[in-house]
């Protein structure tokens, strides 16, 4: 069966620190893989969205990016965070055809002081 | 634009009752339509789905119905437990072009049930 993991689950950083949050998918070949960040009063805003291998597209500008260095690996990074990018940051995952349901992990908090 | 509406930010239902959830929509193109469940400091997970040329779905206690003409969605449950207490949000796809099925998410409801 396929399984998402993405750690860490909770992460507290400075203003202007670095960040990477890394998710990983078992089970499946060439997934369609998802960011998302859940913030107060807003639901869950799409980030990012990867259909291969070095293929990433951003749904809004922001200070985040992303990377697929494998094919069931996403990571989502910053190199300087601001107090905005707190939030709770999921990680989505979707078959690459012919299914319409995604499967979320288990997210990752993030505090930005 | 929110594309997907959620105007309930809190729903409150005594155990053994009716739980509906509304959702609305303002895209015509949106072909598949998902609710999901929240629970505190989890991600979210699937719940039940319909497509566009249905107008109602059914899974146990819980049953979607789509309006296609009024662009309006609503989950209901029966009977609602204690254990369905969580945020329920609904999200709508918009066919695999370009986006490749990207989910739009509503805001969410957070449902409490109450014994």
């Known amino acids: 069966s396929q399984t998402i993991h993405q750690w860490p689950a909770t992460l507290v950083q400075p203003v202007g620190s670095p960040l990477s949050l890394e998710c990983t998918v078992e089970?499946?070949?060439?997934?369609?893989l998802y960011w998302y960040r859940q913030a107060a009063g807003r639901g869950l805003q799409l980030l990012f969205y990867?259909?291969?291998?070095?293929?990433i597209s951003s749904e809004v500008p922001q200070n985040l990016s992303a990377s697929r260095p494998q094919d069931r690996q996403f990571i989502l990074s910053s190199k300087k965070l601001l107090l905005s990018d707190s939030g709770f940051y999921l990680c989505?995952?979707?078959?690459?055809?012919?299914?319409?349901?995604?499967?979320f992990g288990e997210g990752s908090w993030l505090t930005v002081v | 634009d929110q594309q997907v509406k959620q105007n309930s930010p809190s729903l409150s239902v005594q155990e053994g009752r009716i739980s509906i959830l509304n959702c609305d929509y303002t895209?015509?193109?949106?072909?598949?339509f998902l609710w999901y469940k929240k629970y505190p400091a989890e991600g979210p997970t699937f719940l039940i789905s319909?497509?566009?040329?249905?107008d109602k779905n059914e899974d146990g206690r819980f049953t979607v119905f789509l309006n296609k003409s009024a662009k309006h969605l609503s989950l209901h449950i029966v009977p609602s437990q204690p254990g369905d207490s969580a945020v329920y949000f609904c999200?709508?796809?918009?066919?695999?072009?370009?986006?490749?099925?990207?989910?739009?998410f509503g805001k969410g409801t957070k449902l409490s049930v109450k014994p």
């Open positions: 989505a995952w979707r078959p690459g055809q012919g299914v319409n349901t995604i499967y």
């Open positions: 089970g499946t070949s060439n997934p369609n």
């Open positions: 990867s259909v291969g291998i070095g293929q």
């Open positions: 895209n015509s193109m949106f072909d598949y």
């Open positions: 319909i497509s566009s040329i249905k």
């Open positions: 999200a709508a796809r918009k066919g695999w072009g370009g986006s490749q099925g990207n989910l739009i």
